[in-house]
Each structure stands twice: as C-alpha cells, then as structure tokens.
C-alpha cells in the first residue's frame, strides 16, 4: 500500500493539509496517509525527513510565508532544507508554499493556496504511482500552480 505524508504548519492562514488529505484520498483510495504539523517552514525538512523514516513514498509540504524579509529568508532556509531531505531520501517533497505577498485581498490568497495545493496534491499522488514519465505528457504545457496554466508556445 503507498503512503503518503502531508507536513503543513499552524503559521498557515488557509487548512491547506485538509485539502491537501482529501485529494490524495480521493486519487489514491487505498493509500495510507500520515499528517505531521509543525509550528512554521523551517521546522518542515525534519517533519517530512521523519515521515519518510516512517515509511512515506512521497511528501507534500504546506508551507505559508509572511510579508517581511525574515519571512523570505525562512523560506530560503525551509527550501534548502526541503532539498537537502530530497537528495538524501530520493524521495520527492512537493513543496506547497504560499507567500503572503502574492495578494493583496484574502479571498485571492485562499484561490491560489487551494488551487496550488490541489494541483501539486494530484502531481504528488501520480509521481508516487506512476514515477518519472507520470507528468511527460504535460511538459512543456505551461501549467501553474495557484494560477491559470500559462500554456504552451507554439
Ligand atoms: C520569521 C519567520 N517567518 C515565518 C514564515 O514566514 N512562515 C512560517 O511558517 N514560519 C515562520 N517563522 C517560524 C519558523 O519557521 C519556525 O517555526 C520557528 O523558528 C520555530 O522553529 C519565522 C520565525
């Protein structure tokens, strides 16, 4: 049975790991699932580097990143960290992040966090299922995550 991890934190605005649950349900129905939430981003690489201990095949992350430049130094921080537990697990971390300054309106941020966790949600599931050819047909469409899809150029 595949195992799924989701890691999200409470300095999150929007229940992305909720969604983020019923997804990878909803796409994987026999799947087990593990959540791991953890107080803000840096502390994300040793959640999901435990849940893999644990057993996961896969990881998607939920990250929320506020306004000032500390924030985006902590997701600096959080994204090597994320990277580092990829290479080290060969384990994919789907790494969801929301940053606080990509709307000025709330209800525009929770669009873009469910559309973003939705979508990288479904790529996480079909990367764990199906491996590295899960999204080759898709290359080079321009999709986006939290937006419309940019599209392809011709
Ligand atoms: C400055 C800062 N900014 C964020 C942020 O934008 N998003 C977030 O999720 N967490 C932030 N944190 C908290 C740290 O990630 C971490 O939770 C604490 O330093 C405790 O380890 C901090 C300290």
């Not at 430049?69 to 994919?92: E, F, M, W």
């Not at 790529?123 to 899960?134: D, F, P, R, S, Y």
């Amino acid at each position: 049975m595949r195992k799924y991890g989701i890691v999200d934190t409470t300095f999150s605005r929007i229940d992305m790991g909720s969604i983020a649950y019923k997804i990878i349900k909803n796409e994987d129905e026999d799947c087990e699932i593990v959540r791991y939430t953890v107080p803000g981003i840096k502390d994300i690489p040793v959640a999901a580097k435990k849940l893999i201990e644990e057993g996961c095949d896969g990881i998607i992350t939920l990250g929320w990143v506020g306004k000032t430049a500390l924030d985006k130094y902590s997701y600096l921080a959080s994204s090597i960290g994320i990277i580092i537990v990829q290479i080290l697990t060969s384990k994919h971390i789907i790494d969801v992040t929301v940053h606080e300054d990509e709307a000025d309106d709330e209800e525009k941020l929770k669009e873009i966090a469910i559309d973003r966790t939705i979508k990288h949600a479904k790529n996480l599931v079909k990367l764990v299922k199906e491996g590295k050819n899960a999204l080759t047909k898709y290359a080079g469409k321009g999709l986006r995550q939290g937006y419309r899809d940019a599209g392809e150029i011709d």
